[in-house]
């Protein structure tokens, strides 16, 4: 029953629950306000405190979104359903609420109020802006908006307490407090909210008199809304649904109108015509697949024409998200994601992928290349543990959730990460997150002389065999630096070469890093050669490099875990968990480098054996990889080729 209520939010956003319960096959309810199922939000907050949150609309708008004709528009009006607290307020029961108590993100509960609903909104124990915005969200009442709107009258009491005291003590304009402005969307539900459940507990049509104090803030809100859209992005998406809310509870068509224009500039600027996101974050494009099929339900329900060119672009998110799906089941942590699952959403390509191949049909494509800058590869759709999965990542600079990754991979075979990502270190401006967003949380070539330019990077050839797929990146991550990195992903066996080439004007060092699951340990056996594997596990990954057109100096392979200063040697699968994890350092120093590494995950009996030699202009290296023979070569253009 919980999957069957899971994939059917993330299909449309339209299941909702009577007082926080829904239930499949039938109609029976009990007292309360309906509540939308939550969405797959990514945790923490949205944004980054000080920066610039705003992103225009750079495509064409949609044409097809609009008002429903007179008469149908009188049929449908008025209908806006609560659409939930999206498990902010999981920690936080009732008894926690009657007594002014607050928690969140495992954070210890914090009492923020006298014990009668009068709240100190200044408070930030822990300095976390996350926390900070989920409480001004007022999310974290949602277990007492659902208790008053079945009739609890002291939960009525003491929630609309909590609200009238935010509203008293934040007039309009809150934008100088980042945390009540970045949560205005989400406060402005929880008002919606808030409202139907004095309905509700009430059992009555008119709002009182004594809580008209909730539409003037919700007016006041709707103005915030309309002076101040984020754009083409998941939070302007989020202000549109809101600001759409508020004009559906007030009978506001102005309102409507103008969130409506919104969602159609907005839908061709954050999803493109090959479904990728411009969140540069895995974690958030799924959240943006169900974010705009819940704008779908939202403009249904209240008199207007949601047209086709939002479930278009879904439908096309739907195949992204399949590919970005990894042999584990997860999606590829790319930018700021946690680790996540693949929700198999039924239908789509996406049930496929997110029941692990156990249902629906499997996608058409093998590998997927998006000019956003993804790409997204593995052996097959076969029986998902048997299948090996990469992800590489090009294209634009960095914006809103994307880290500095470019040219990094993500590598899972054998049933297990084999290369993982730094990982998501939350939006608190520290150290942690500055790491885990720069070029050191991945498994790239770094030049850490130099600043970090966030640079564009160029696809600039790719050629798919069915045992064998090359790609070759280029881009400039540094004043007077140049970099390329050929990639060659190997099936049958199991084998990644990467060949990082790179020159300056001025001497630097070179590092080409590899990112360890922090579940192995890993060893340095040589100059050449590395071992990780996890204790008792059949599995060890053995990562090597071969000498081409430089000799290994010593150092050549060092082994960082668990540093701080500078950071290395971390991974964080989410934002409230970081794990002390193996990264291998492929190093060079001076004004050009040359590294070839090649990363073979094998049997933990399994060996790699190779040889070089030349072959005309080609350069060849014969392996035997854990009995598998097979040659790759580098081509005097620079190309790596499988030949065997």
């Not at 797959?40 to 064409?60: D, L, R, S, Y």
């Not at 609009?66 to 209908?79: V, Y």
């Not at 923020?112 to 996350?130: A, E, F, H, R, T």
Request: proline share 5%; with cysteine.
């Amino acid at each position: 029953m919980v999957r069957w209520v899971l994939v059917l939010a993330l299909i449309s956003g339209a299941a909702v629950a009577q007082g926080g319960v829904a239930t499949a096959g039938t109609t029976e309810t009990r007292p309360g306000i309906a509540i939308a199922e939550d969405l797959p939000e990514p945790a923490g907050a949205q944004f980054v405190p000080g920066a610039t949150n705003v992103i225009p609309a750079a495509g064409k708008a949609a044409t097809d979104i609009r008002t429903r004709s007179e008469a149908k528009t009188l049929a449908a009006a008025g209908t806006y359903t609560c659409p939930g607290f999206s498990t902010v307020d999981d920690a936080t029961p009732l008894s926690s609420i009657l007594q002014d108590t607050y928690t969140w993100g495992g954070f210890k509960p914090y009492k923020v109020g006298n014990g009668s609903g009068n709240i100190n909104w200044k408070l930030n124990p822990y300095g976390n802006p996350s926390w900070y915005m989920w409480f001004h969200s007022l999310r974290w009442l949602g277990q007492g908006i659902t208790a008053a709107g079945q009739g609890d009258t002291n939960a009525l009491q003491h929630v609309t307490a909590i609200v009238h005291d935010w509203v008293l003590d934040n007039p309009y304009s809150w934008k100088a407090n980042v945390g009540a402005w970045e949560s205005t969307m989400h406060r402005t539900n929880v008002l919606i909210c808030t409202r139907q459940a004095v309905l509700a507990g009430l059992q009555v049509d008119t709002l009182p008199a004594q809580y008209q104090w909730l539409d003037s803030a919700l007016l006041n809100h709707a103005t915030f809304l309309v002076n101040n859209w984020s754009g083409a992005w998941n939070h302007g998406t989020d202000e549109s649904i809101a600001l759409f809310g508020v004009g559906c509870t007030l009978s506001r068509q102005d309102y409507k109108t103008l969130a409506q224009q919104r969602l159609a500039a907005g839908i061709t600027t954050a999803i493109d015509t090959q479904g990728s996101t411009n969140e540069q974050s895995t974690a958030y494009a799924q959240f943006n697949y169900s974010l705009w099929g819940r704008a779908v339900d939202v403009l249904k329900a209240c008199g207007a024409d949601p047209g086709t060119t939002i479930n278009t672009r879904r439908a096309l998110m739907a195949n992204w998200l399949a590919l970005a799906t990894n042999s584990l089941g997860n999606l590829h942590q790319i930018g700021d994601s946690e680790v996540v699952r693949t929700a198999p959403v039924v239908g789509t390509p996406l049930e496929y992928a997110g029941s692990l191949g156990a249902t629906g049909i499997a996608p058409t494509d093998r590998v997927g290349m998006y000019s956003a800058g993804y790409v997204f590869g593995r052996s097959g759709w076969g029986t998902f543990a048997n299948q090996a999965s990469y992800s590489i990542r090009y294209g634009p600079g960095r914006q809103l959730h994307g880290h500095s990754d470019h040219t990094s991979l993500t590598y899972t075979a054998r049933g297990r990460d084999i290369l993982i990502d730094g990982g998501h270190a939350g939006y608190q401006n520290d150290v942690w997150r500055t790491w885990a967003k720069g070029p050191f949380a991945s498994s790239a070539m770094t030049t850490p002389l130099s600043a970090d330019k966030l640079p564009a990077t160029k696809l600039t050839r790719s050629l798919l065999k069915p045992n064998a797929d090359f790609y070759e990146l280029s881009d400039v991550p540094g004043t007077g630096i140049s970099r390329v990195r050929g990639v060659l992903v190997l099936n049958n066996p199991d084998l990644i070469v990467t060949l990082d080439r790179a020159s300056s004007k001025t001497a630097q060092q070179f590092q080409t890093l590899w990112h360890l699951p922090a579940d192995q340990k890993a060893t340095v056996y040589s100059r050449t050669t590395a071992l990780a594997a996890k204790p008792g596990e059949d599995t060890r990954t053995i990562l090597f490099q071969v000498p081409y057109r430089q000799a290994l100096p010593a150092g050549a392979i060092l082994l960082k875990q668990a540093q701080t200063k500078p950071i290395q040697g971390w991974t964080y699968p989410n934002i409230n968990t970081r794990l002390s994890a193996p990264t291998l350092m492929f190093a060079r120093s001076g004004t050009t480098a040359s590294i070839l590494s090649f990363i073979a995950p094998v049997k933990a009996t399994g060996a790699v054996t190779y040889t070089t030699r030349w072959s005309g202009t080609t350069y060849v290296v014969d392996l035997s990889v854990a009995g598998v023979r097979t040659s790759v070569g580098i081509t005097a253009g620079g190309s790596l080729v499988r030949l065997a």
